[in-house]
């Protein structure tokens, strides 16, 4: 099998956010999350793809390969995951990984940042050295290909970032933000993308919360808001009217009974949250809090909608890119080229 690729996930198509919550790298993992999968399956060239959206394994297996990266997905999950996978072999996993890569795949047709985040995502597997020549040549190949389908294509339009759409929610919610009131919770890419948003959309007051306050402030002078302390940022809620979380925490920054304390203060004030993160930084029993409106991640998707259909052609141009690049590229892999100076062997 060692001449096979394979990749098995689940993805926003598939399984929920609790699932998709539960399996995604945990603080702790930072920097290592490819190594744990490695030593927990067995398996070589490792190569872990993990977003809000996604929770990819990408691999070179053996024999048995297949059912040892789902049976960690499932003790990982605390359940059985098996109607929530997708498994591709061969040229196709190849094809997924490029169809990832380019916007495809994702439920913001074209999304921005999936790109950084498969980038990334190979740059941890080459720091923990699990990566090997598939991966190395796939990856490689995956990020060139979202970079010539962004260029040769008007696939990126309208909503192209999760943060756009949160932010283009928030205009659905108040059709003026001009007079309101928001917090954003984080400083990372995500965040940042919000805030962008929102400050085109006219946003008036807006705080950027974060734990890390230099950070915030450095987001602040870039994009404008005023940074607060985390502790700040909580603070601010007694008047805001939308609040948007992104932040890395591992565990719910509001709870429903810091809910219910909000909403007395609040008087019943209506207040709407929307909760990018992933894990999430909301529990979902906030949304029970007279007058909080919750919405997390999958909640974003009606957003978008409207966008996708005035985009099918580059959606079709975009996909026979892909189609072509990703066969020549499983071509390369099962099929190298000699070394230089050197004749191919006849058969």
């Not at 603080?27 to 070589?44: H, L, M």
């Not at 040892?68 to 190849?94: F, H, I, K, T």
């Not at 190979?122 to 060139?144: D, I, P, W």
């Amino acid at each position: 099998m060692m001449n096979d690729w394979l990749v098995v996930g689940l993805n926003h198509a598939t399984a929920s956010v609790e699932i998709r919550e539960a399996v995604s790298p945990k603080p702790d993992e930072a920097g290592r999350i490819n190594s744990i999968v490695k030593a927990a399956t067995g398996q070589e060239g490792v190569v872990v793809l993990s977003t809000c959206s996604r929770f990819e394994i990408y691999c070179q297996p053996d024999k048995d390969g297949e059912q040892a990266v789902v049976e960690w997905l499932a003790r990982r999950a605390g359940r059985d995951v098996s109607s929530s996978l997708y498994v591709r072999r061969g040229s196709q996993a190849v094809d997924h990984l490029f169809r990832v890569a380019a916007g495809l795949d994702s439920w913001i047709l074209g999304e921005t940042e999936i790109l950084g985040q498969c980038k990334a995502a190979y740059q941890g597997s080459c720091g923990e050295k699990t990566v090997n020549r598939y991966g190395h040549l796939a990856f490689q190949r995956a990020l060139m290909v979202g970079k010539k389908v962004r260029n040769e294509t008007r696939i990126v339009g309208g909503i192209a970032s999760i943060g756009g759409a949160a932010a283009v929610m928030a205009r659905s919610i108040f059709s003026d933000l001009k007079e309101r009131v928001v917090v954003v919770f984080g400083a990372g890419t995500m965040a940042a993308s919000s805030v962008r948003h929102l400050r085109s959309k006219g946003a008036g007051k807006l705080y950027i919360s974060n734990r890390s306050l230099d950070k915030a402030q450095v987001l602040a002078a870039e994009l404008g808001g005023e940074p607060v302390s985390l502790a700040e940022g909580f603070d601010r809620l007694d008047q805001a009217d939308i609040a948007i979380f992104s932040t890395g925490a591992d565990r719910y920054l509001l709870d429903g009974e810091a809910a219910l304390a909000l909403s007395r203060r609040r008087g019943g004030r209506s207040l709407f949250i929307i909760d990018i993160a992933m894990p999430r930084n909301v529990a979902p029993e906030v949304a029970r809090a007279e007058g909080v409106y919750l919405y997390d991640i999958d909640d974003l998707k009606g957003v978008v909608q409207k966008s996708l259909a005035q985009r099918a052609d580059d959606m079709a141009r975009a996909a026979d890119i892909v189609a072509a690049e990703s066969s020549d590229c499983w071509a390369r892999l099962t099929h190298p080229l000699p070394a230089a100076g050197r004749a191919p062997v006849a058969a």
